[in-house]
Structure formats: structure tokens, C-alpha cells
């Protein structure tokens, strides 16, 4: 993808930073350093710096060597300055140039994207979505990512931020949602979601359930995963949560054909692992809840790149399609 050039991609999360050296779709070598999330915002940055110092002294390779710095982050940034606006789950990244502050440090170019813009550029480009000229990308996971990619190229809007898609409500008296408004797609399906719809139905319910089981009766070890599992063994609750989340889903992605009439739906992120539960019930409803005659064409496909797609889509950055 990036013509055999080498690039370092990082991936700042709410837990750790990822960051890669990526030759073509390779990535050679990662380091993983804790995100100082609370910190101060220079002690983000310390951290970030380290990580680059870190990847080239283990890959031997020298500054000159990298062909660009990609960075991806979540959370509102401006693609075009390069600057980290602010970031909901990492309070330490606000108002950073990390564009600027990281070119003056390593005189390479750089450039950075929102996290979920990125990874759906580099299903696009050689995931999942590769061949598709239209591609929409979501990923569930604590939240909910997503990107639309045309021809190649991230679609970013006026401003190089649209498609928050995960904040388009489909209830307006819905459940309260991290932005403030309500009945967001991720106040429904993202995975804190889909955790705290499983913990009230357990509270509520009459019948034992064999996810309490799985987590030794501490409803605090309730994860998406563990929902999986027991909905894979047939467990009655787990199955109409994960029955709830296809509905929500597809009310949502049927708008998003709506919208965008994609060639292809990527799902990635934790809650795509529940892989046969999902998928087929996902390629079943959305097409009734979008108007286009020919949504059921839409193909919705789990994302291939799963592990590194954070460190692949900085690096994607820099493709040229
Ligand atoms: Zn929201």
C-alpha cells in the first residue's frame, strides 16, 4: 500500500499506545507502551515520542530510513492541522499540534486521522473491503467507530471530521450517550452498551442464566465476549441480547445504505467476534430497514485486520490509491 516505502504507525488508545514499523502491509516490528491517559497532556506526548525512540532502536532503523509518521487517535481531531482536539476517554489529549510537535522532532512528514477513519482506509485499501470502491467501516467495540472510504480516499467532509456515524440516534428518548444526547447507535450496540443491556436483564430476570456461570456470579466480569459465549451455548438471555444488538444494528446500517449506498459493510472491533451469531442476522434485517431497492446487494463482512489495524491504518495514511 505504501509502495514499499517504510512508515511508522501509532496508535494512541485509552489504554495503550500501539506503534509499528510498516514495510507495504507488513508491520516488522510493534511496541506497546501505557497510555498516561490522566497525565498531563506532556507526558502523552513524552510517551509517544518514546514509543518512535523505542521502535528504532529495536528495528535498527535510523530516522532517515522512515518515509513518514502516521499517528491515529480517537476521538474529534483535524486531519488537515494535524491537531488533537480533544479526546472523550483520553481526557490528557486536548488541544495537542501533534502533527507539528512530532515533524519538529523528527523532521519526516506527518499525519494524522481519527482512529476508526483510518483503520476503515486500511480494510479498504488491503482488509477486507479491498477491490470495493465504496466501503462503509464500523467498529464496535467500547464505542462505536466508523469511516467511510471513496475511491481510496477517506471521506472527511468540510471540515476532514464527518461521519461520527456512531452518534446518529435512532431513538430520541433512548438511553443517555457519552456525547450527551440520546439513543445514539452507541448508546444501543457499542460494547459498554451491550454490557450494561446485559446487566439489567440479569437483575431482572426470573430464571437462572448460565452466563452468571461464566463469570462466577460478578456481574462486574460481564463483557460482550462472555455474552458470545453463552448466547454459543444456547443460553436463552444471552441469545435475545444478541438478537436486540442485530436489530439495533441493522436499524442503523439500514439508514447508512440509505445514506451512502456502500459497496461493502466492514464490522470490526470486539463485539464482530461473535462472528456466525451476528453476521447472518445482520445480512438478514438491514436490507429491510433501508429503502434502497437493491440494499440486500450490500454484502456485511467481519474486518480482516483485526490486530494491527490500528498500526496498519496510520501507515495506510500515507497510500496513495
Ligand atoms: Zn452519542
Given at each position: 500500500m505504501s509502495d514499499g516505502r517504510t512508515i511508522i504507525g501509532i496508535d494512541i488508545g485509552g489504554t495503550k499506545i500501539a506503534t509499528g514499523v510498516v514495510c507495504g502491509t507488513r508491520v516488522l516490528e510493534r511496541v506497546l507502551l501505557p497510555t498516561?491517559?490522566?497525565?498531563?497532556k506532556e507526558e502523552v506526548l513524552h510517551q509517544v515520542f518514546a514509543s518512535v525512540d523505542l521502535i528504532l532502536e529495536r528495528t535498527g532503523h535510523h530516522i532517515e530510513e522512515i518515509d513518514g509518521i502516521g499517528v491515529v487517535a480517537p476521538g474529534p481531531l483535524d486531519p488537515r492541522t494535524g491537531k488533537v482536539l480533544y479526546s472523550p476517554n483520553i481526557p490528557?489529549?486536548?488541544?495537542?499540534?501533534l502533527a507539528r510537535l512530532m515533524r519538529e522532532r523528527y523532521g519526516r512528514p506527518v499525519l494524522v486521522e481519527n482512529d476508526a477513519n483510518a483503520a476503515g482506509l486500511a480494510e479498504a485499501l488491503f482488509?477486507?473491503?479491498?477491490?470495493?470502491a465504496h466501503v462503509f467501516y464500523v467498529t464496535v467495540s467500547t464505542g462505536i467507530g466508523t469511516g467511510v472510504i471513496l475511491g481510496g480516499k477517506i471521506y472527511g467532509g468540510r471540515t476532514g471530521m464527518?461521519?461520527?456515524?456512531?452518534?446518529?440516534?435512532?431513538?430520541?428518548?433512548?438511553p443517555l450517550c457519552n456525547c450527551g444526547h440520546r439513543g445514539c447507535i452507541e448508546a444501543f450496540a457499542s460494547g459498554t452498551a451491550i454490557t450494561r443491556r446485559t446487566k439489567e436483564k440479569l437483575r431482572q430476570a426470573r430464571a437462572p442464566s448460565h452466563l452468571l456461570d461464566l463469570v462466577a456470579g460478578d456481574l462486574e466480569a460481564i463483557t460482550p465476549i462472555v455474552v458470545g459465549e453463552a448466547a454459543q451455548g444456547g443460553d436463552p438471555l444471552a441469545l435475545e441480547i444478541v438478537e436486540e444488538t442485530a436489530r439495533f444494528l441493522s436499524i442503523w446500517l439500514g439508514g447508512m445504505i440509505n445514506i451512502f449506498d456502500p459497496d461493502i459493510i466492514i464490522l470490526g472491533g470486539g463485539v464482530s467476534q461473535w462472528g456466525d451469531l451476528l453476521f447472518p442476522r445482520l445480512r438478514q434485517l438491514t436490507p429491510t430497514y433501508s429503502?434502497?431497492?437493491?440494499?440486500?446487494e450490500v454484502a456485511i463482512v467481519p474486518a480482516r485486520l483485526e490486530a494491527d489495524v490500528g498500526i496498519l491504518g496510520a501507515a495506510a495514511l500515507f497510500a496513495t490509491p
Open positions: 498516561p491517559a490522566d497525565r498531563p490528557a489529549l486536548r488541544d495537542i499540534p482488509g477486507a473491503g479491498a477491490g470495493y464527518a461521519v461520527e456515524a456512531g452518534h446518529v440516534t435512532i431513538d430520541y428518548e433512548g429503502i434502497l431497492p437493491r440494499a440486500a
